[in-house]
């Protein structure tokens, strides 16, 4: 199977360019370096690729791989003055002459370079965005810096540009700011502002890492579409095998600023040859695969109704109230969290799932007693809203929380030893002696050495670190523990190793987990229950079983099928979109949302009847 | 779970987990440090040694201590650092100034940065109308001219060493209390507070483990800035007649008392500001120093 062929591919992506026109962008021998106190390390070492004309290549790798780097290198953008090319060549050329070196290119030149022929996105598209100047203006000052048209001529282009992301009422929307866009409004800005100048090559690293699933697919099938109709070569740079079986022509795997493997989209998914590919694509979680635990299940969504329950969620309102106007007073209300109720057996999982802005972190934060609310929180059978506050501190031992961020979430500045003990501390448990013993347990229990408690937090890689916050979280013996997407920061190999220590942890200690994530193969993978939430309500819920292979909710449905399918074979059809933004839970005092009835379709499958 | 595995963990046992230890070993590495504590070792031996450390009295106006004309000498054999108007030896008063300068700079200015640093924390953990209150108060004291406060103070209360530095601490926290409120409330938005919190640790627990080690670079920098400041202050309530009275030495009415004679008399103005600016420029140093050694993430980088 010769590359570049041009006919291999599946489905509906059809690309009109053909990928024969030869390489726009030949990378070779590429070694980039950064100066640290140990001196010099590669980040990328000798690495040689070719990009042809309206291919996607999707440059794959976990965090540390060297992906980011190669990209910004490219782009002749590598962090000042720690980074540098020490060697290799970037050269971009032109359809019928040769090509320039990018690497041996002084600043000004490069200027001109970048926005015009190579385009770049970024992550977040928040912080790429300048939050004080209108979008209008910043797509207009991109085009006039490198074209020679004129301003109302620019602005024409703008709006052309707005249109083919399919922003709606692209003229006013110009006069609008990036925070009044949601995030993947701004994301779609920022791929209008990147293809406006109709560039050679377009570089999106991480496109929709930071964006809610429905929206991801959204922004792949634009990207996808634009590409097919400029003729743009693209390099995407994911971390996410499903992203790269839905968009790449071909794919190289990165480990360790190093190539691993090279080829088709197909051949790599298919009949990956090196072992690491072998162990990346083993690690992804998959949809449809998370048949463990089905035995259970169903005597588990029984049990769960019983009044054995660790934790009963009944009619709990969390709302925020937004000040305004003159005086400051209270004009407008956040509804987060609208009425839900839920119950978690011992030994359960109930997942929670949605998108962003839904309400599953506050949900989170008012059982973790961060956020008042109303309604009531029962647990191991003790309603906190009556209990004195060394009563509730007491019920509240029961109750522990994993974070999402594991570097945000442990203290910089104290020893991770002493933050595992800190619990134990706190409410009195075991003497000196005693809680150094306990706390190494807890160490060796998660997977890390008793050694290593002297150490801070920063010494740890992120998988480390999130299996310090579960010692942590253990070293109370709760019963419930809530974990707030507290995988969705890590790599998939070590995900996987870390949701396996979850599990093993379950059935070893009984410990009933809320499982909160927008990571619908990551549910499928661990939860038992599963409760999907839009704009503060649960509009569904049910067992695993039935919520995924019976979905009756539309929102439901759409989440489940916005995931992208690792498998570059079963790319889904086209992706239904959205064209309304999400509608916000921010309402007007005395202005209640309306509320969902919850009907019983047999066996504890509840769906929202609207 | 506790049982079975206590014994296979016998190195646990052998291992606590240490406080921090050798601080000052630590300190001494560092040149520039050293550097620091070398001069506040000699500012604070001179101040205790003064009596003995030259043959002159602080106040003795010398008749050889002026020339023939009565202007004062500049630095030779006999005066080291040479006279000042009224003929007295400036090294003695230096060195008898320390004494003043050291309890307004250290102690003055370290009640000041206690003050500005509990305030600071308080309402900026708390919010709500403690927070609120504390700040509007804060804001009011910003407000009120720190001199005219400090007149009044000093006016109402018996001009003394003590007072003064009594009067300094109660003006000089504002600042402080400002930034650390304005770092406090960011740092209580951290999510590791929020870990804390549902692990059931009680606000002083938060406070004082959790938020305090994250200000110290803040609360150093404030404090190595306002021994200068203070020692200066001093030196203004002094020149108004509240402060040190005449003529017992300090650095700040030196400077005053001989400022107008800079040009013919520069070493007046010179010796006493070089004393200032070595002191503050010692405990910067040593603050810089301590905010690397105390900050566990500074370590270990290799």
């Not at chain 1, 992506?13 to 390390?41: H, M």
């Not at chain 1, 929670?352 to 973790?368: F, I, R």
């Not at chain 2, 003064?164 to 504002?174: F, R, T």
């Not at chain 2, 190595?224 to 040190?244: D, H, K, Q, W």
Request: net charge neutral; hydrophobic share 45%; aromatic share 6%.
């Amino acid at each position: 199977m010769s590359k570049g062929a041009g006919n291999k591919r599946t489905g509906v992506f059809v690309p009109a360019v053909s990928v024969t026109a030869g390489p726009v962008l030949e990378i070779s021998g590429l070694t980039v370096s950064v100066r640290g106190e140990d001196g010099e390390r590669p980040v990328v070492s000798d690495l040689s690729l070719t990009l042809a004309r309206g291919e996607t290549l999707c440059i794959a790798g976990e965090s540390g791989s060297g992906k980011s780097m190669t990209a910004l290198a490219i782009m002749q953008l590598l962090p000042q003055p720690a980074a540098r090319i020490e060697s290799g060549t970037i050269r971009l050329r032109d359809i019928d002459r040769g090509g320039i070196d990018l690497a041996g290119l002084d600043e000004r030149r490069m200027r001109r370079i970048r926005g015009d022929r190579i385009a770049m996105i970024f992550q977040e598209p928040m912080t790429s965005l300048n939050p004080v100047l209108s979008i209008g203006r910043q797509l207009v000052e991109s085009i006039e810096a490198h074209t020679d048209l004129s301003r109302a001529d620019a602005r024409r282009r703008a709006i052309e540009a707005l249109k083919a992301v399919r922003i709606p009422e692209a003229e006013s929307r110009l006069k609008q700011f990036p925070h009044e866009l949601s995030g993947g409004m701004r994301q779609r800005v920022m791929i209008a502002m990147a293809l406006a100048l109709k560039p050679d090559v377009l570089i999106a690293d991480e496109p929709t890492t930071a964006l809610d699933v429905t929206v991801q697919g959204e922004v792949l099938e634009l990207l996808r579409d634009l590409q097919r109709e400029h003729g743009t070569s693209v390099i995407l740079i994911t971390h996410d095998m499903g992203v790269v079986a839905e968009m790449a022509d071909r794919v190289v795997i990165m480990r360790h600023g190093r190539m691993v493997e090279e080829g088709t989209a197909a051949d790599i998914f298919a009949r990956p040859q090196a072992d690491y590919t072998r162990e990346l694509l083993a690690a992804v979680p998959r949809i449809g695969t998370g048949v463990g635990r089905q035995k259970s299940a169903e005597q588990k969504s029984v049990e769960a109704e019983m009044p054995g329950s660790v934790a009963v969620v009944n009619d709990l309102h969390v709302h925020f109230d937004l000040r305004g106007g003159f005086f400051g007073q209270v004009n407008r209300r956040v509804h987060a969290v609208e009425g839900i109720s839920f119950s978690i057996a011992p030994h359960e999982t109930l997942a929670l799932v949605g998108e962003s802005g839904c309400g599953k972190s506050t949900t989170a934060k008012a059982l973790a007693g961060l956020v008042p609310y109303y309604g009531d929180i029962v647990i191991g059978g003790r309603n906190l809203a009556g209990l004195g506050r060394d009563q509730r501190k007491a019920v509240r031992r029961d109750v522990q929380m994993i974070f999402q961020d594991p570097y945000a979430s442990l203290d910089p500045r104290m020893r991770v030893g002493d933050l595992v003990a800190e619990p134990l501390l706190i409410h009195g448990i075991a003497s000196k002696e005693e809680r150094s013993q306990l706390v190494a347990a807890l160490f060796e229990r998660v997977g890390l050495s008793a050694d290593q408690m002297e150490l801070y937090p920063h010494e740890f890689s992120g998988g480390q670190r999130q299996r310090i916050c579960i010692a942590r979280a253990l070293a109370l013996k709760p019963k419930l523990i809530i974990a707030d997407e507290s995988v969705s920061a890590l790599d998939v190999s070590v995900q996987a190793r870390v949701l396996d220590l979850l599990k093993e942890l379950q059935r070893e200690f009984g410990i009933a987990y809320l499982f909160i994530s927008h990571d619908m193969a990551v549910v499928e993978n661990i939860s038992d229950r599963v409760a999907v939430m839009y704009l503060g309500q649960i509009v569904e819920m049910g067992t695993r079983d039935q919520v995924f292979s019976n979905p009756r909710h539309p929102y439901t449905k759409r989440l489940i099928e916005a995931v992208p399918v690792p498998d570059p074979a079963r790319r889904r059809p086209r992706f239904a979109r959205l064209d309304q933004e999400i509608p916000s839970p921010t309402r007007k005092i005395g202005e209640e949302p309306p509320k969902l009835a919850l009907k019983d379709l047999g066996n504890g499958h509840l769906v929202a009847v609207s | 779970m506790t049982s079975p595995i206590a014994p296979d963990l016998p190195a646990t046992g052998r291992m606590p987990i240490k406080p921090r230890a050798g601080v000052w070993r630590r300190l001494f590495k560092r040149p520039l440090a050293l550097i620091g504590l070398v001069i506040v070792a000699v500012v604070v031996a001179g101040a205790i040694l003064a009596p003995w450390l030259t043959g002159y009295d602080p106040n003795e106006q010398m008749f050889d201590g002026l020339t023939l004309e009565g202007a004062p000498l500049p630095p030779n054999a006999s005066f080291w650092l040479g006279t000042d108007l009224l003929g007295r030896d400036l090294l003695t008063r230096i060195l008898f100034g320390a004494r003043t300068s050291l309890i307004i700079g250290i102690v003055a200015n370290g009640v000041a940065l206690l003050i500005g640093t509990l305030v600071g924390v308080t309402a900026g953990y708390f919010r709500g109308w403690i927070g609120g209150a504390l700040m509007r108060f804060t804001d009011l004291m910003m407000a009120f001219p720190a001199l005219l406060l400090a007149i009044c103070l000093a006016a109402v209360l018996q001009p003394s060493l003590w007072i003064v530095a009594m009067v300094i601490a109660l003006v000089n926290w504002v600042q402080t209390a400002r930034v650390i409120y304005t770092e406090t409330s960011s740092l209580a938005e951290r999510e590791f507070i929020d870990a804390e919190r549902t692990i059931g640790a009680s606000a002083p627990r938060i406070l004082f483990r959790h938020i305090l080690p994250h200000l110290l670079p803040t609360i150093i920098v404030w404090g190595t800035l306002g021994i200068s400041t203070t020692v200066l202050l001093e030196a203004t309530l002094s020149y108004l007649g509240i402060g040190v009275q005449p003529p017992t030495a300090s650095w700040g009415n030196i400077i005053f008392e001989n400022q107008t004679y800079f040009q013919a008399a520069p070493w007046l103005v010179f010796f006493p500001g070089a004393a200032i600016l070595a002191l503050a420029l010692a405990f910067n140093l040593i603050g810089d120093a301590l905010r690397d050694i105390l900050d566990p993430t500074q370590r270990g980088r290799a």
